[in-house]
């Protein structure tokens, strides 16, 4: 086992949710650094303009992280440039709305249920036994702070990622004796399109999440991504909680009606 930093040309990154926010950085953070990336999505205009950018090194399909069946089958028929995935990206995800539990809309939980839990966990079960089967991977998870600490309205976006962070501590243990490292990111305040989806287009209500602020940036998670991808093997980062500067804890939250 080598003990050095991880050649970035070695791997092969696996990135679902990447037309966008975290994952398009993460697309480009590993094909600049020489690695092999197959960039997936279901906004399919925004990967063919993302691989006229980058080149060769980036292979681009359509992929609804929903469905199993069509995950396994992209993985299947990848070229063989791009079958020796070793790095996963399980990055599709979303939040949408912001309101008390008793009013929300309950197809907004569901939609977050199916991307956040049931396509992530389809990404990971359709890559593992390739990486198994090899001798050596990472799976990434974009967890969140919203895992450990609640807010109002986080209520099913922060339980996904709650089920984001159990699981990948679970899969670690899984996966020991297999050479295949397994690492939760979980971001603080991001400036991406997440806040515009979370309030369905609205630019207004976007902006002011972040306003007077420094944000992080989509590069920002990339980065931290390749770090932990590029450690040597036998380091394993379990779970990196990473916020901007600006954020911190608050004071609880007290009713004196």
């Not at 590993?30 to 197959?38: N, Q, S």
């Not at 809309?105 to 990971?124: C, E, K, Q, R, S």
Request: contains cysteine; hydrophobic residues 45%; charged residues 20%.
């Amino acid at each position: 086992m080598s003990y050095g930093m991880l050649d970035p040309k070695s791997l092969t990154v696996f990135v679902t949710g990447a037309t966008s926010g975290f994952g398009e950085a993460i697309a480009r953070r590993f094909v600049g650094a020489g690695a092999r990336v197959v960039g997936t999505g279901r906004r399919m205009e925004r990967l063919e303009k993302l691989k006229a950018e980058l080149g060769e090194a980036l292979h681009v399909a359509e992929l609804d992280v929903r469905d199993y069946a069509a995950t396994e089958k992209l993985l299947a028929e990848l070229p063989e440039a791009f079958s020796g995935v070793n790095v996963v990206a399980a990055n599709a995800g979303l939040a949408l709305g912001l309101g008390p539990a008793d009013t929300v809309d309950l197809a907004d939980w569901h939609t977050m249920i199916d991307t956040n839990v049931t396509g992530f966990v389809n990404t990971v079960r359709a890559t593992l036994p390739g990486m198994i089967a090899r001798g050596r991977g990472h799976v990434f998870g974009l967890g969140s702070v919203a895992g450990d600490y609640p807010y109002p309205g986080g209520n099913t976006y922060a339980g996904t990622k709650a089920f984001v962070k159990q699981f990948l501590l679970a899969l670690r243990s899984d996966m020991l004796g297999k050479n295949v490292r397994v690492t939760n990111i979980e971001p603080g305040m991001v400036e991406t399109e997440f806040s515009l989806v979370r309030f369905k287009g609205d630019e207004g209500k976007a902006a002011d999440v972040y306003a007077n602020m420094r944000g992080m940036t989509a590069n920002d998670v990339a980065e931290t991504i390749f770090w932990c991808a590029t450690l040597p093997e036998h380091v394993n980062i379990n779970r990196l909680q990473v916020m901007p500067t600006d954020q911190a804890f608050g004071p609880f939250a007290v009713h004196r009606g």
